[in-house]
């Protein structure tokens, strides 16, 4: 998969984590454990990119 290509879909994958803890952190029953998790995921495609991008 070309570089770009690889960018673009972590983007999106980024976006999406970024959506579901926003709509996550609107209940008042959020579980700050599945929180963390999601946060960390977001953090690692955010390195990845940046990675990517850096090298492109």
């Known amino acids: 998969m070309p570089a ?3 960018i ?3 983007d999106q994958r980024h976006t999406q984590l970024e959506s579901r803890i926003e709509r996550e952190l ?3 029953s959020a579980d ?3 929180l963390a998790e ?3 995921q977001k953090l690692r495609l955010k ?3 940046e ?3 850096r090298r492109h």
């Open 32 to 34: 700050t454990l599945h």
């Open 47 to 49: 390195e990845e990119i």
């Open 38 to 40: 999601l946060k960390r």
């Open 26 to 28: 609107k209940h008042p």
């Open 51 to 53: 990675t990517l991008r």
């Open 4 to 6: 770009e290509a690889r």
């Open 8 to 10: 673009r879909e972590l």
